[in-house]
Nanobody, 119 residues
Framework: QVQLVESGGGLVQPGGSLRLSCAAS????????MNWYRQAPGKQRELVAG???????QYADSVKGRFTISRGNAKNTVYLQMNSLNAEDTGVYYC?????????????WGQGTQVTVSS
């Protein structure tokens, strides 16, 4: 079993910054990729940023130049540095990882962390 623990969400004013963290633990042999998704009220969940084991990175067009995804030294942790936040960034942010572990290769999701951008 693999567990994902997210942290770092909260309330921030427009133009402010937040840093989200997601730590994976459990029976993990390898992590193929780690992604951040978000879901705004009344909208579908969308991919915000992703990083592969090889270091390839992708961003949604709406966050390019403002958000930075990175992995920790232990490689089981992923961060999302979010700068210049605006109201459209409000939503629940989910960590998603693809893991090769004792139970085979599976996708796992975190519980979600709320980000609210408001004055």
């Amino acid at each position: 079993q693999v567990q994902l623990v997210e942290s770092g969400g909260g309330l921030v004013q427009p133009g402010g910054s937040l840093r989200l963290s997601c730590a994976a633990s459990g029976s993990i042999f390898s992590i193929y990729y780690m992604n951040w998704y978000r879901q705004a009220p009344g909208k579908q969940r969308e991919l915000v940023a992703g990083i592969t084991s090889g270091g390839s990175i992708q961003y949604a067009d709406s966050v390019k130049g403002r958000f930075t995804i990175s992995r920790g030294n232990a490689k089981n942790t992923v961060y999302l540095q979010m700068n210049s936040l605006n109201a459209e960034d409000t939503g629940v942010y989910y960590c998603n990882v693809r893991v090769w572990g004792a139970e085979g290769t599976n996708d796992y999701w975190g519980q979600g962390t709320q980000v609210t951008v408001s004055s």
